[in-house]
């Protein structure tokens, strides 16, 4: 997983590159569980130059999306999920700072320089982000032991479940079946199952210390729609989002592949030689 230690830039040529990266990134912004190849599972990127010449040891999660803000319905469970996340990190061999360490610094930049996130629109200042989180890596960088900034943002994204007996949708590598919200009985016969539903996704994007990009990747959780049984016709939210502890540890598994390698990863496929 390791690749060739490449020669380091210049400082400043180095942050500037560095900068220049993390703004792309900033601005381009299933069940067998674990098992059977899926064609929607995501290409991830990891950089193994910057992987082995970073020499990453000790991460922390941060405590904002590097893209827009997650749903309100989904910010209710980001500690939870990050929890899962730290838990994989962990047993993969790194050593996970307390969130609270970038939250306190990032919300005192933010006193300073302004929220770079719209609070009517959700959209972000990319200029504004990136120079907080510049002030926030610097204090980092000198107080604490810090080598790697882990973003989990929780999106949400709209699925189509297939025809047939069996229905299930397939996003982000995995595969689930069908909810049930409400009193009724079920399904009615002239239910639309042509229209989309909600279902969430994780993605996790990994920065070493100098805000270079080493890893990308995302990995489905779980619906958040259910079919409506009180009409038998629509589609509702769920009222428990991500209960399923199983499905969320699936969609992060997907999501940190090849980073830390995934056992039954659902990318490979039988038929390609």
């Known amino acids: 997983m390791l690749g060739a230690v490449r020669p380091r830039l210049p400082q400043k040529t180095s942050h500037l ?20 190849y899926n064609p929607t599972t995501p ?3 990891l950089d193994p130059e910057a992987l082995a010449s970073s020499d990453m040891k000790t991460l922390v999660i941060t405590s904002v999306n590097l893209g827009s803000p997650s749903r309100k319905y989904l910010q209710k469970e980001e500690a939870r999920v990050d929890a899962r996340v730290a838990d994989a990190l ?4 790194y050593k996970i700072m307390p969130s609270r360490e970038f939250s306190q610094r990032w919300n005192n930049a933010i006193l300073t320089y302004g929220n770079p996130i719209d609070p009517t629109t959700g959209r972000v200042n990319t200029n504004s982000f990136i120079q907080i989180m510049q002030t ?3 204090q980092m960088l000198e107080q604490t032991n810090v080598d790697g ?3 989990t ?3 949400e994204k709209d699925v189509v479940f297939t025809s047939g007996m069996t229905r299930v949708a397939r996003w982000d590598g995995v595969t689930r079946k069908p909810s049930l919200e409400g009193p009724g009985q079920g399904v009615t016969a002239e239910f639309d199952w042509a229209r989309p539903a909600a279902a969430a996704t994780i993605r996790i994007a990994i920065f070493n210390r ?6 990308d990747g ?4 779980d619906m958040t729609d259910a079919v409506d049984t009180r009409s038998g016709l629509d589609f509702v939210r769920r009222r428990d989002i991500l209960e399923n502890e199983n499905f969320i540890d699936e969609g992060i598994a997907i999501a940190l592949h090849p980073f830390i390698p995934m056992e039954n990863w659902p990318g490979n496929n039988p038929d390609e030689k």
């Open 17 to 36: 590159f560095a900068l220049l990266g993390f703004a792309a990134l900033l601005s381009a912004c299933a069940a067998n569980t674990g098992g059977g």
């Open 218 to 221: 995302a990995g489905g959780m």
């Open 149 to 151: 900034f882990v973003f």
């Open 153 to 155: 943002d929780l999106l």
């Open 136 to 138: 926030v890596k610097q």
């Open 90 to 93: 962990q047993n993969a061999g």
């Open 43 to 45: 290409r991830n990127t």
């Open 210 to 215: 100098d805000l270079v990009k080493v890893f």
